[in-house]
Structure formats: structure tokens, C-alpha cells
């Protein structure tokens, strides 16, 4: 969709796209992205206490880490502040490094 937004006959049929249809489109995506991620927990053993707490711990927890604190995160470059704070702001990737770690 990117690629056919540059063309301009289909960036501007794609703009027709009433925002409520698009919003149903992106509900319908994120329900079969996570349906199709958790349907790899059934290769995980959930009698174990450590598994399920991970799991919830991973699925559940959304820190606002710079809520208030903008700036906090300073490396020196300009570009890789703004790409860590992007990523520390982002529930999937603090969900998926709790689950990590």
C-alpha cells in the first residue's frame, strides 16, 4: 500500500477510503496478528508457574516510561535518542524485551 500511495491514481483511491473502513481494516489486522502469535503458546508448557508468569507479564505491562521525562534518554546522537525513546515508548517491544529477558 506504501508503494501504490506514490502513484497518484492509487494514492488518490486510497484516499476515498472512509477512515472508519480503515480503522475496521487495521482492527481485523492487529486481532489476526496476535491470534496468530498466541497460537504459538500452545508449544509452551503452561503447567509451569515461571511460563504463565512470563506470559501475563509480557502481555500485560505498558510502562510510560518518558511520560514527563522528555529528553531523559541522552547517548550523544541525536538519531539514536530518538530511535531509543521510539522503542521504549512502544508496548510491543518493552512486552516482547520483558519476555526476552
Known amino acids: 500500500m506504501m508503494i501504490f500511495a506514490v502513484l497518484g491514481k492509487y494514492g488518490a483511491f486510497l484516499n476515498t477510503i472512509p477512515e472508519p473502513i480503515i480503522g475496521g481494516i487495521i482492527c481485523v ?24 508468569f512470563i ?9 510510560k ?5 522528555q529528553g531523559a534518554i541522552d547517548v550523544g546522537n541525536d538519531v539514536a535518542n530518538q530511535l531509543i525513546t521510539v522503542l521504549l ?4 517491544f518493552v512486552g516482547g524485551l520483558i519476555a526476552f529477558v
Open 29 to 52: 489486522m492487529f486481532a489476526m496478528i496476535t491470534g496468530a502469535g498466541l497460537s504459538n503458546v500452545q508449544f509452551i508448557d503452561l503447567h509451569s508457574s515461571i511460563n504463565i
Open 55 to 63: 506470559l501475563g507479564l509480557s502481555l500485560f505491562i505498558y510502562p
Open 65 to 69: 516510561l518518558f511520560n514527563g521525562h
Open 89 to 92: 515508548d512502544t508496548s510491543v
